[in-house]
T-cell receptor, first 115, second 114 residues
Framework: KQEVTQIPAALSVPEGENLVLNCSFTDSAIYNLQWFRQDPGKGLTSLLLIQSSQREQTSGRLNASLDKSSGRSTLYIAASQPGDSATYLCAADPGENNAGNMLTFGGGTRLMVKP | GAGVSQSPSNKVTEKGKDVELRCDPISGHTALYWYRQSLGQGLEFLIYFQGNSAPDKSGLPSDRFSAERTGGSVSTLTIQRTQQEDSAVYLC????????????FGPGTRLLVL
Protein backbone atom coordinates (compact mmCIF):
# COMPACT_ATOMS: atom_id res chain seq x y z
CA LYS A 1 0.00 0.00 0.00
CA GLN A 2 1.37 3.38 -1.01
CA GLU A 3 2.28 5.75 1.82
CA VAL A 4 3.16 9.39 1.25
CA THR A 5 4.95 11.49 3.83
CA GLN A 6 5.64 15.21 3.83
CA ILE A 7 8.32 16.95 5.83
CA PRO A 8 8.22 19.38 7.50
CA ALA A 9 4.62 19.45 8.73
CA ALA A 10 4.87 23.21 9.22
CA LEU A 11 7.31 25.85 8.07
CA SER A 12 7.61 29.56 8.79
CA VAL A 13 9.97 31.74 6.75
CA PRO A 14 10.52 35.45 6.20
CA GLU A 15 9.44 36.93 2.91
CA GLY A 16 11.96 36.60 0.10
CA GLU A 17 13.49 33.32 1.19
CA ASN A 18 13.84 30.36 -1.12
CA LEU A 19 12.44 27.18 0.39
CA VAL A 20 12.07 23.46 -0.26
CA LEU A 21 9.18 21.21 0.69
CA ASN A 22 9.80 17.47 0.77
CA CYS A 23 7.59 14.56 -0.21
CA SER A 24 8.49 10.88 0.01
CA PHE A 25 6.56 7.84 -1.17
CA THR A 26 7.07 4.15 -0.43
CA ASP A 27 6.00 2.58 -3.75
CA SER A 28 8.04 3.83 -6.70
CA ALA A 29 5.55 2.38 -9.23
CA ILE A 30 3.80 5.69 -9.75
CA TYR A 31 2.41 7.17 -12.93
CA ASN A 32 2.79 10.75 -11.82
CA LEU A 33 3.36 12.90 -8.75
CA GLN A 34 1.18 15.94 -8.17
CA TRP A 35 1.55 18.99 -5.96
CA PHE A 36 -1.46 20.91 -4.73
CA ARG A 37 -2.07 24.03 -2.70
CA GLN A 38 -4.90 24.38 -0.21
CA ASP A 39 -5.93 27.70 1.26
CA PRO A 40 -7.89 27.71 4.54
CA GLY A 41 -11.52 26.77 4.02
CA LYS A 42 -11.05 26.11 0.33
CA GLY A 43 -10.50 23.18 -1.98
CA LEU A 44 -7.27 22.10 -3.60
CA THR A 45 -5.58 23.91 -6.46
CA SER A 46 -3.32 21.90 -8.71
CA LEU A 47 0.18 23.40 -8.95
CA LEU A 48 2.36 20.95 -10.84
CA LEU A 49 2.08 17.44 -12.23
CA ILE A 50 5.27 15.48 -12.95
CA GLN A 51 4.97 12.39 -15.11
CA SER A 52 7.02 9.39 -13.99
CA SER A 53 9.26 9.79 -17.03
CA GLN A 54 10.08 13.41 -16.13
CA ARG A 55 12.61 14.75 -13.64
CA GLU A 56 11.11 18.16 -13.01
CA GLN A 57 8.41 20.66 -13.87
CA THR A 58 8.46 24.42 -13.52
CA SER A 59 5.73 27.00 -13.23
CA GLY A 60 6.72 30.55 -12.42
CA ARG A 61 8.50 30.59 -9.06
CA LEU A 62 7.69 26.93 -8.46
CA ASN A 63 9.88 24.01 -9.43
CA ALA A 64 9.05 20.41 -8.60
CA SER A 65 11.49 17.54 -8.99
CA LEU A 66 10.91 13.81 -8.98
CA ASP A 67 13.31 10.98 -8.19
CA LYS A 68 11.28 7.79 -8.58
CA SER A 69 14.07 5.42 -7.63
CA SER A 70 14.54 7.05 -4.25
CA GLY A 71 10.83 7.74 -3.77
CA ARG A 72 11.22 11.46 -3.35
CA SER A 73 9.84 14.68 -4.74
CA THR A 74 10.62 18.25 -3.77
CA LEU A 75 8.77 21.48 -4.33
CA TYR A 76 11.05 24.50 -4.55
CA ILE A 77 9.55 27.95 -4.06
CA ALA A 78 11.76 30.86 -5.05
CA ALA A 79 11.55 34.33 -3.51
CA SER A 80 8.65 33.44 -1.25
CA GLN A 81 5.81 35.92 -0.74
CA PRO A 82 3.13 36.24 1.96
CA GLY A 83 0.58 35.13 -0.64
CA ASP A 84 2.34 31.77 -0.80
CA SER A 85 1.11 31.01 2.72
CA ALA A 86 -1.03 27.87 2.44
CA THR A 87 -0.88 24.13 2.96
CA TYR A 88 0.98 22.27 0.24
CA LEU A 89 0.04 18.67 -0.50
CA CYS A 90 1.75 16.13 -2.67
CA ALA A 91 -0.05 13.10 -4.07
CA ALA A 92 1.13 9.94 -5.82
CA ASP A 93 -0.93 8.64 -8.73
CA PRO A 94 -0.57 4.92 -9.45
CA GLY A 95 -2.24 5.18 -12.87
CA GLU A 96 -5.01 3.21 -14.54
CA ASN A 97 -3.16 -0.10 -14.71
CA ASN A 98 -2.32 -0.42 -11.07
CA ALA A 99 -4.57 -1.73 -8.36
CA GLY A 100 -5.91 0.85 -6.00
CA ASN A 101 -6.24 3.43 -8.72
CA MET A 102 -6.49 6.52 -6.56
CA LEU A 103 -4.36 9.44 -5.55
CA THR A 104 -2.59 8.90 -2.22
CA PHE A 105 -1.97 12.18 -0.43
CA GLY A 106 0.68 13.22 2.03
CA GLY A 107 -0.28 14.99 5.23
CA GLY A 108 0.74 18.37 3.86
CA THR A 109 3.18 21.09 4.81
CA ARG A 110 1.63 24.22 6.32
CA LEU A 111 3.67 27.18 5.06
CA MET A 112 3.64 30.64 6.60
CA VAL A 113 5.56 33.42 4.85
CA LYS A 114 5.95 36.42 7.10
CA PRO A 115 6.18 39.93 5.62
CA GLY B 1 -15.10 28.66 -17.22
CA ALA B 2 -16.80 27.59 -14.00
CA GLY B 3 -14.89 25.26 -11.75
CA VAL B 4 -16.11 22.40 -9.59
CA SER B 5 -18.87 23.50 -7.24
CA GLN B 6 -20.15 21.81 -4.11
CA SER B 7 -23.15 22.36 -1.90
CA PRO B 8 -23.82 23.00 0.83
CA SER B 9 -20.58 24.67 1.90
CA ASN B 10 -21.33 23.85 5.53
CA LYS B 11 -23.65 21.29 7.08
CA VAL B 12 -24.39 20.70 10.74
CA THR B 13 -26.45 17.64 11.56
CA GLU B 14 -27.38 15.49 14.51
CA LYS B 15 -26.00 12.03 15.02
CA GLY B 16 -28.20 9.44 13.33
CA LYS B 17 -29.53 11.71 10.60
CA ASP B 18 -28.89 11.22 6.89
CA VAL B 19 -27.08 13.87 4.83
CA GLU B 20 -26.64 14.47 1.11
CA LEU B 21 -23.70 16.34 -0.35
CA ARG B 22 -23.75 17.56 -3.92
CA CYS B 23 -20.99 18.04 -6.49
CA ASP B 24 -21.19 19.73 -9.87
CA PRO B 25 -18.07 18.88 -11.89
CA ILE B 26 -16.53 20.98 -14.62
CA SER B 27 -18.64 20.71 -17.75
CA GLY B 28 -17.31 18.02 -20.09
CA HIS B 29 -15.26 16.23 -17.43
CA THR B 30 -16.04 12.53 -17.49
CA ALA B 31 -14.24 11.57 -14.28
CA LEU B 32 -15.42 12.54 -10.80
CA TYR B 33 -13.88 11.79 -7.44
CA TRP B 34 -14.90 12.17 -3.80
CA TYR B 35 -12.35 12.59 -1.01
CA ARG B 36 -12.61 13.16 2.72
CA GLN B 37 -10.29 15.32 4.77
CA SER B 38 -10.52 14.67 8.48
CA LEU B 39 -8.61 16.55 11.13
CA GLY B 40 -5.39 14.65 11.72
CA GLN B 41 -6.18 12.07 9.03
CA GLY B 42 -5.09 13.82 5.88
CA LEU B 43 -6.93 13.44 2.61
CA GLU B 44 -8.40 10.05 1.77
CA PHE B 45 -10.03 8.74 -1.39
CA LEU B 46 -13.67 7.66 -1.18
CA ILE B 47 -15.08 6.89 -4.64
CA TYR B 48 -14.32 7.41 -8.34
CA PHE B 49 -16.73 7.64 -11.30
CA GLN B 50 -15.52 7.34 -14.89
CA GLY B 51 -18.09 7.76 -17.65
CA ASN B 52 -20.58 4.91 -17.68
CA SER B 53 -18.27 2.42 -15.97
CA ALA B 54 -19.10 0.96 -12.59
CA PRO B 55 -17.70 3.29 -9.91
CA ASP B 56 -14.65 2.39 -7.87
CA LYS B 57 -16.07 2.31 -4.34
CA SER B 58 -12.97 0.88 -2.71
CA GLY B 59 -12.44 3.92 -0.49
CA LEU B 60 -15.88 4.10 1.11
CA PRO B 61 -15.38 3.55 4.86
CA SER B 62 -18.67 1.76 5.55
CA ASP B 63 -21.98 0.77 3.99
CA ARG B 64 -23.50 3.94 5.44
CA PHE B 65 -21.73 5.80 2.62
CA SER B 66 -23.02 5.74 -0.94
CA ALA B 67 -22.72 7.92 -4.00
CA GLU B 68 -24.34 8.21 -7.35
CA ARG B 69 -23.75 10.20 -10.47
CA THR B 70 -26.75 11.01 -12.58
CA GLY B 71 -26.44 11.60 -16.30
CA GLY B 72 -22.69 11.50 -16.10
CA SER B 73 -22.61 14.92 -14.48
CA VAL B 74 -23.84 15.86 -11.00
CA SER B 75 -22.91 13.54 -8.14
CA THR B 76 -24.46 13.09 -4.71
CA LEU B 77 -22.65 11.58 -1.74
CA THR B 78 -25.06 10.25 0.86
CA ILE B 79 -24.15 9.39 4.43
CA GLN B 80 -26.82 7.50 6.33
CA ARG B 81 -27.17 7.41 10.12
CA THR B 82 -24.31 9.87 10.54
CA GLN B 83 -21.77 9.37 13.32
CA GLN B 84 -19.54 11.95 14.98
CA GLU B 85 -16.49 10.43 13.29
CA ASP B 86 -18.04 11.36 9.92
CA SER B 87 -17.27 15.02 10.70
CA ALA B 88 -14.83 16.16 8.05
CA VAL B 89 -14.46 18.22 4.90
CA TYR B 90 -15.75 16.33 1.89
CA LEU B 91 -14.00 17.32 -1.33
CA CYS B 92 -15.10 16.59 -4.86
CA UNK B 93 -12.82 16.71 -7.89
CA UNK B 94 -13.18 16.14 -11.61
CA UNK B 95 -10.81 15.50 -14.49
CA UNK B 96 -11.30 15.51 -18.23
CA UNK B 97 -10.99 11.82 -18.96
CA UNK B 98 -9.87 10.00 -15.86
CA UNK B 99 -6.93 9.02 -13.77
CA UNK B 100 -3.43 10.11 -14.66
CA UNK B 101 -4.67 13.64 -15.30
CA UNK B 102 -4.84 16.80 -13.26
CA UNK B 103 -7.79 16.77 -10.93
CA UNK B 104 -9.64 20.01 -10.25
CA PHE B 105 -11.07 20.31 -6.78
CA GLY B 106 -14.18 22.00 -5.48
CA PRO B 107 -14.20 24.09 -2.28
CA GLY B 108 -15.54 21.23 -0.19
CA THR B 109 -18.45 20.70 2.17
CA ARG B 110 -17.63 21.00 5.86
CA LEU B 111 -19.76 18.46 7.74
CA LEU B 112 -20.17 18.60 11.50
CA VAL B 113 -22.07 15.81 13.22
CA LEU B 114 -23.15 16.72 16.74
Amino acid sequence: KQEVTQIPAALSVPEGENLVLNCSFTDSAIYNLQWFRQDPGKGLTSLLLIQSSQREQTSGRLNASLDKSSGRSTLYIAASQPGDSATYLCAADPGENNAGNMLTFGGGTRLMVKP
Amino acid sequence: GAGVSQSPSNKVTEKGKDVELRCDPISGHTALYWYRQSLGQGLEFLIYFQGNSAPDKSGLPSDRFSAERTGGSVSTLTIQRTQQEDSAVYLCASSLRGLEETQYFGPGTRLLVL
